[in-house]
């Protein structure tokens, strides 16, 4: 079985590229044509919460034009967004930071790292705590930067030499793998708790393309082991230790097959996503191991889609996307939530694909409180297990970790069925398969919301938990302890957990109770609110939101691998300018005669290729 695709009703005016997904359920677009610009926009779903039928609107316009950049989701709802192999058309690895803030519509330059001359493409990831670590391409140096203060620090240094083109993925443990593209076979991890790099063992089969440097993307699965996908035609399967700071083990995964003779099928810089069903959906396309890199066959077209099976570890084509004519690392997937997934490729075409099957009722989150009389524009907390989903479930590789591990909460109003994601926001985790542990969110109604009964769930990686009645109502709570006591006597409906004390014990019995309300649905709202009114005080006293100590993973002294010196540290070649705005056309395997016409003709422009036609002047220095 396999899922089907479509394209979007609404197709974009623009050249959709990088994706992330807000925590209103709109999907912040990066305008990407020919190379990096400062236009963005957000695809909002239609007012039953259909994407595929969705709206563009054009959001403010960043202070900087990147093109492969460092980007995440924060804890509080911002964008975090960092480097970039290019600013515009040139090929600068940016030293530059912002901040979006989707309330304001407003982008905020920030601070870089010390020391540091450039971030470029950087590896990155959000770590539980919401700080976000990014890795030096140059060195192997790493900074934090932490949202809270606005402030870089300094983070420990690894043993591969530089961290340029590696896949960083979090781990449940609260530890960062990163499989090494310079050390490679070699693969390291980021201790949190210890502020430390380790070592994570080695792959037992190769999975980056020595001349490029690049890998694939690496996705935890459900069952708690890791996919690493190769830009060869290897895949590898990590599964971790019992303490963090232990290596863990590799094992073989499947291979892809040969899809055009002595080609290989991989993801030189692919996305990749996990589904809700349990399978990851993945990008690769067959390129030529012969060919140099200016061409464009080194990098390979079409894509291809396939979906790996964890159940039983296999690999199975799937159909691919109407919009699938470009190189693989321009491509991108974005997990909505409904569980269906967007495919962008640097074109004005945006298909969305609906995966089959249903996800294990084990992965859903749980609500433990929410409140249920909700007033709009008003901010509520709600609690909850696995709020943060088993997974980051989407990620693209080195640059463009556009992970979804966190928490939105939706609003489906039960007599017109209108769907509303209510913005979501400081999250108290940002980690993954937090399992027992009771986290919570804050949610804010929006001010549009229909008033009337509703049904309200939350959402993690496109798995929604069970729904819970709440009422959308402009009355006050306290208004409503009143008014509902009032109800409860005329429907005789007394219960012990509605003793409320009211001064006037004046009782009005005359007429229809319901007319004395003005909500829509006021009679249902009032049944639903005697049944479930007041759960949440009991149930807040007892909850606890932070992992407590004794549930913290173990880690023990520090073990460093010893650094082997290499000779010579090869620059990997940039991953080419992608093609102009058109529907999807196979690009043309030829080599580029220089970077002026390569540039002018297809905007595939390979470091490589610079380095040939500029034998006049100075060599770009090395990474």
């Known amino acids: 079985m396999a899922g089907s695709w479509q394209d979007l009703v609404h197709q974009p005016t623009f050249s959709a590229g990088t994706m992330l997904l807000l925590t209103d359920g709109s999907v912040l677009t990066h305008d990407e044509p020919f190379a990096g610009t400062e236009h963005w926009w957000k695809l909002t779903p239609d007012s039953s919460g259909d994407y595929r039928n969705g709206t563009w609107t054009q959001l403010a316009d960043a202070h900087n034009k990147p093109l492969y950049f460092v ?36 982008w905020t330059t920030i601070g870089t790292p010390a020391g540091w001359t450039q971030i470029g493409d950087a590896p990155s990831a959000v770590l539980p705590d919401g700080r976000v670590i990014v890795g030096d391409i140059g060195t192997n140096r790493t900074a934090i930067y932490n949202p809270t203060t606005n402030t870089w620090a300094a983070g420990p240094t690894k043993e591969d030499p530089r961290n340029t083109e590696e896949t960083w993925v979090l781990l449940p443990d609260q530890t960062v793998l990163a499989i090494e593209c310079d050390n490679r076979p070699r693969t390291e991890k980021y201790v949190a708790a210890a502020n430390t790099w380790v070592t994570a063992g080695s792959t037992p089969v190769a999975l980056v393309d020595p001349p490029s440097e690049e890998v694939g993307a690496a996705i935890l699965l459900p069952d708690g082991r890791t996919l690493a996908i190769g830009a060869t035609n290897n895949t590898a399967l990590y599964t971790m230790p019992a303490i963090a700071n232990q290596p863990g083990t590799w094992h073989a995964g499947p291979s892809f097959p040969e899809l055009v003779k002595n080609f290989t099928t991989g993801a030189k810089d692919a996305p990749a996503c996990l589904l809700p069903n349990g399978r990851v959906l993945c990008v690769v396309a067959p390129w030529d191991p012969t060919a140099a890199q200016s061409s464009s066959s080194a990098w390979g077209s079409p894509c291809y889609f396939y979906e790996f099976n964890p159940a039983n570890d296999t690999l199975a084509q799937v ?36 995966p089959d099957g249903a996800p294990d009722p084990m992965w859903r989150p749980t609500i433990t409180s929410v409140p249920t009389a909700l007033r709009p524009g008003l901010t509520y907390t709600l609690h909850g297990r696995q709020l943060n989903g088993l997974s980051q479930a989407v990620i693209y590789g080195d640059e463009g970790a556009m992970a979804t591990n966190y928490p939105l909460v939706r609003l489906r109003n039960k007599s017109s069925g209108n769907v509303v994601y209510c913005r979501t926001h400081d999250h108290s985790s940002m980690g993954v398969a937090t399992g027992s542990v009771v986290h919570s969110t804050s949610f804010t109604v929006p001010a549009g919301a229909d008033l009337g009964a509703a049904e309200l769930c939350v959402i993690a990686n496109g798995i929604a938990s069970a729904t819970v009645d709440v009422a959308v109502t402009h009355k006050r709570w306290k208004e409503l302890k009143y008014e509902l006591k009032e109800v409860k006597e005329l429907l005789k409906l007394e219960q012990e957990r509605f003793k409320l004390v009211i001064e006037d014990k004046r009782k009005d019995n005359e007429g229809d109770w319901r007319e004395r309300f003005e909500d829509p649905g006021w009679g249902e709202v009032v049944r639903l609110l005697v049944d479930r009114a007041d759960e949440l005080e009991g149930e807040m006293r007892s909850l606890r939101t932070f992992i407590k100590r004794e549930e913290r993973p173990r880690v023990g002294a520090s073990r460093r691998a010893a650094v082997e010196p290499d000779d010579e540290l090869p620059v990997p070649a940039s991953k080419p300018l992608p093609p102009p705005a058109v529907r999807a056309p196979a690009p043309v395997r030829m080599p580029k005669a220089s970077k002026a016409a390569a540039a002018k003709a297809t905007g595939t422009t390979k470091k490589a290729a610079k380095k040939a036609a500029k034998k006049a002047t100075p060599s770009k220095r090395r990474r």
Not at 96 to 104: M, N, R, S
Not at 322 to 342: A, E, H, I
């Open 71 to 106: 980007c995440s989701l924060l804890a509080d709802g911002r964008v975090f967004i960092a480097g970039g192999e290019y600013n515009g058309s040139a090929q600068v690895e940016l030293l530059a930071a912002e901040i979006y803030d989707p309330v304001a519509n407003t």
């Open 319 to 354: 159909p691919a996307a109407s919009n699938n004519g470009g190189n693989p690392y321009t491509s991108r997937l974005m997990l909505l939530p409904t569980g269906q997934v967007l495919h962008t490729s640097n074109t004005t075409s945006v298909a969305i694909y609906t």
